[in-house]
């Protein structure tokens, strides 16, 4: 059987948060990472559409020799990730895995929560798809979910402008919305791989006794448990340490930006779906 990388997808720049720390935890493995640039933002489109689109980039990465694909992508996961599991992947070679961000973070909320009141900040469509009220319901039935969309925080990232006094403004306009909504939340999620690029601007309006979840780490250790449970998933993976960057936007666009979720530069190559 031949071995292949572990794909990566998301609708843009995010997911390289979560590569990040994966390829920091399991630096062996060998990656391959796919931004749907020229479509994104995913956060704004309608369940079919996400679900087509992540369906396309799913494809492509298992074409590309991917067993395991993880959609490092909120609204991907939110909108696309059931519908890819339980009809597109039984009609296909068997053993191909796909995995979403949402239920790894649900998973650990309980333990990070000490009250039970969790507040998601995230995409227009992750919050109406109310994937993790959901998610968290199952495991932590008595927590209360209070979610809130961001939908200027994404364009400040993509357009560079995390670090400028632009942002302080809309940090400060959801994050109160959130803790008027509940001020009883202490545990924030940031239920978009996006908003880690602007944690500093958020951890200082967040009040110090609440913590502010990044999935990154999260989402690295759930693959790496995964991986001990399903050894024959872990012998189907490429350990040469590789990771190939390909985008569906221009290469010198994504490269210019790539840097900034990665502190390093990269080299991509175009792809069309």
């Given at each position: 059987?031949?071995?292949?990388?572990?794909?990566?997808?998301?609708?843009?720049?995010?997911?390289?948060?979560?590569?990040?720390?994966?390829?920091?935890?399991?630096?062996?493995?060998?990656?391959?990472?796919?931004?749907?640039?020229?479509?994104?933002?995913?956060?704004?489109?309608?369940?079919?559409?996400?679900?087509?689109?992540?369906?396309?980039?799913?494809?492509?990465?298992?074409?590309?020799?991917?067993?395991?694909v993880i959609l490092a992508c909120n609204t991907a996961s939110a909108k696309a990730l059931r519908n890819i599991q339980q009809t597109d992947l039984p009609a296909m070679e068997p053993g191909l895995r796909v995995l979403g961000v949402i239920r790894p973070t649900a998973e650990v909320i309980g333990d990070i929560s000490r009250n039970g009141h969790v507040g998601i900040l995230g995409t227009e469509g992750t919050v109406s798809s109310r994937s993790y009220d959901m998610e968290i319901s199952?495991?932590?039935?008595?927590?209360?979910?209070?979610?809130?969309?961001?939908?200027?925080?994404?364009?400040?990232?993509?357009?560079?402008?995390?670090?400028?006094?632009?942002?302080?403004?809309?940090?400060?306009?959801?994050?109160?919305?959130?803790?008027?909504?509940?001020?009883?939340?202490?545990?924030?999620?940031?239920?978009?791989?996006?908003?880690?690029?602007?944690?500093?601007?958020?951890?200082?309006?967040?009040?110090?006794?609440?913590?502010?979840?990044?999935?990154?780490?999260?989402?690295?250790?759930?693959?790496?448990?995964?991986?001990?449970?399903?050894?024959?998933?872990?012998?189907?993976?490429?350990?040469?340490?590789?990771?190939?960057?390909?985008?569906?936007?221009?290469?010198?666009?994504?490269?210019?930006?790539?840097?900034?979720?990665?502190?390093?530069?990269?080299?991509?190559?175009?792809?069309?779906?």
């Amino acid at each position: 059987m031949d071995k292949g990388p572990i794909g990566v997808f998301d609708s843009g720049y995010g997911g390289l948060t979560i590569l990040k720390d994966i390829r920091r935890m399991m630096p062996e493995y060998s990656y391959i990472y796919l931004g749907d640039n020229a479509r994104a933002p995913y956060g704004t489109r309608s369940f079919d559409v996400v679900y087509q689109f992540t369906l396309e980039a799913v494809k492509a990465l298992f074409d590309m020799g991917c067993p395991l694909v993880i959609l490092a992508c909120n609204t991907a996961s939110a909108k696309a990730l059931r519908n890819i599991q339980q009809t597109d992947l039984p009609a296909m070679e068997p053993g191909l895995r796909v995995l979403g961000v949402i239920r790894p973070t649900a998973e650990v909320i309980g333990d990070i929560s000490r009250n039970g009141h969790v507040g998601i900040l995230g995409t227009e469509g992750t919050v109406s798809s109310r994937s993790y009220d959901m998610e968290i319901s199952k495991i932590s039935p008595d927590f209360t979910v209070t979610s809130v969309a961001c939908p200027m925080w994404v364009p400040l990232v993509e357009n560079n402008e995390a670090a400028g006094e632009g942002a302080d403004y809309f940090v400060s306009k959801y994050v109160n919305e959130l803790l008027d909504k509940d001020p009883g939340i202490d545990t924030i999620v940031l239920a978009c791989t996006h908003y880690p690029i602007l944690y500093p601007k958020i951890r200082k309006v967040v009040p110090g006794h609440i913590k502010v979840v990044k999935q990154g780490e999260i989402v690295a250790e759930s693959l790496m448990d995964y991986l001990r449970r399903h050894p024959e998933m872990q012998q189907r993976l490429l350990t040469d340490g590789v990771c190939r960057y390909f985008t569906t936007e221009n290469p010198e666009k994504f490269n210019g930006l790539a840097s900034l979720f990665l502190d390093e530069k990269v080299d991509v190559s175009h792809i069309d779906l």
